[in-house]
């Protein structure tokens, strides 16, 4: 079969890419090994879909090329995505920090995709089993048989959430066409720790404080969550994306608080209030309470103790330092950190430099947003970058 456009994944970035492309009369085909498409917009922001983020930047973006993206970015913006959904009539709302979710159910945003590229066809249940240059472009061997195309998209994500049918195909196919592939690691992924601080956050799993977490010059102020395994929450899975191993992290778990003023403040009040009663002002009663223990301050009463015992607590709370000995893995993680070099890429079109007609877009690349719709918005800016270019060339 011959076709204009061959797009591998029928994700967020490939489902918006082929329609971008349809609207030059290209003839496309969307392949995936997937039974549905979209399945991650279909589990995204709670089956709701954080589909975008108004506050979008560069800055809200990791990459070894922290440029690379702004191009794309520019080029669709988050306006740009919410009036084609309110074109389609889907009802969203705001939430904190510029997030956009849908209303109703995150499969919406497929539905509104699917639709967009009509015209294309959509292969699923179908492998890619090789992929290699030809005289006219690209020949491509699936099990579906035989497709020659123009042009290629590599629109199969990366390797996060692996039950969901992730893959490291994108990197393969990458290093094949001889693109130098940035080191992946999770991000947006819950960290683990050793025994010790474990044994600290098990028995807390499943309470949630305000906390800000801090890693180098880079902190996030949001919730944190004890999970059995560790720390999870928004301010956790924000700053596992800079974390390395071997690294420590530092966590505030009462930012609005100045522990050691307030514990001061406390004694000299008097009374026999004791060292947990105080804390438990400014933290849920169940981590007061581990904490004092864990300080063997268990029963003491906050008048019988020192300067130097009040702010050991305060360090304790405010600056607690600890040293992951891991994440959760590719398993739970969001994203994929890293990916296909940008380098290797045109910034306004997403082509490969040195292999015309072979694009890369979405996650496979080496551009990571932040938590909170800045990776979906990634998705259709790469994509329409890519579309655009794959539009103006259609026949």
């Given at each position: 079969m011959d076709c204009d456009i061959l797009i591998i994944g029928a994700g967020a970035a490939g489902m918006f890419c082929a329609g971008t492309a349809r609207a030059g009369g290209a003839y496309v085909i969307v392949l995936d090994h997937a039974a549905k498409p979209g399945e991650k917009i279909r589990i995204s922001g709670g089956g709701r879909c954080n589909f975008t983020n108004l506050a979008t930047s560069r800055e809200r973006f990791?990459?070894?090329?922290?440029?690379?993206?702004?191009?794309?970015?520019?080029?669709?913006?988050?306006?740009?995505?919410?009036?084609?959904?309110?074109?389609?009539g889907i009802a969203w709302h705001e939430k904190a920090l510029g997030q956009l979710f849908c209303d109703g159910k995150a499969t919406q945003i497929t539905e509104l995709l699917i639709r967009r590229m009509e015209g294309a066809e959509l292969w699923l249940q179908t492998q890619l089993q090789q992929l290699e240059r030809s005289a006219e472009g690209f020949l491509a061997r699936t099990s579906r048989g035989v497709v020659r195309a123009s042009r290629v998209v590599v629109a199969c994500g990366a390797k996060s959430i692996p039950k969901m049918g992730a893959t490291g195909l994108a990197y393969d196919l990458a290093r094949q066409f001889g693109l130098r592939i940035v080191e992946t690691r999770p991000g947006l992924v819950p960290l683990t720790f050793a025994e010790q601080e474990l044994a600290l956050c098990k028995p807390l799993a499943g309470i949630s404080v305000e906390?800000?977490?801090?890693?180098?010059?880079t902190v996030f102020s949001d919730a944190l969550l004890f999970t059995h395994r560790g720390l999870s929450g928004p301010a956790i899975l924000q700053i596992s994306s800079f974390w390395r191993p071997g690294e420590e992290i530092t966590v505030n778990l009462a930012p609005e608080t100045d522990m050691a003023a307030l514990l001061r403040e406390r004694r000299g009040q008097g009374g026999r209030v004791n060292v947990a009663t105080a804390i438990g002002s400014a933290l849920p009663?169940?981590?007061?309470?581990?904490?004092?223990?864990?300080?063997?301050?268990?029963g003491a009463r906050l008048a019988d103790q020192n300067n130097a015992v009040l702010d050991r607590i305060a360090t304790r709370i405010n600056r607690w330092q600890l040293r992951p000995v891991g994440s959760e893995g590719y398993r739970t993680a969001e994203v994929t950190v890293g990916g296909v070099d940008t380098r290797?890429?045109?910034?306004?079109?997403m082509q490969a430099r040195d292999v015309p007609g072979l694009y890369f877009i979405g996650e496979c690349v080496d551009v990571t947003g932040w938590l909170g719709g800045y990776n979906f918005q990634?998705?259709?800016?790469?994509?329409?970058?890519?579309?655009?270019?794959?539009?103006?060339?259609?026949?």
């Open positions: 990791l990459s070894e090329n922290p440029r690379f993206c702004a191009s794309a970015l520019a080029g669709y913006r988050p306006r740009d995505f919410v009036a084609l959904v309110d074109r389609a906390a800000e977490v801090r890693h180098a010059k009663a169940r981590l007061a309470d581990t904490i004092v223990a864990e300080l063997g301050l268990d290797d890429l045109d910034a306004r079109t990634w998705a259709w800016a790469s994509a329409h970058a890519a579309g655009v270019s794959l539009a103006g060339g259609s026949r």
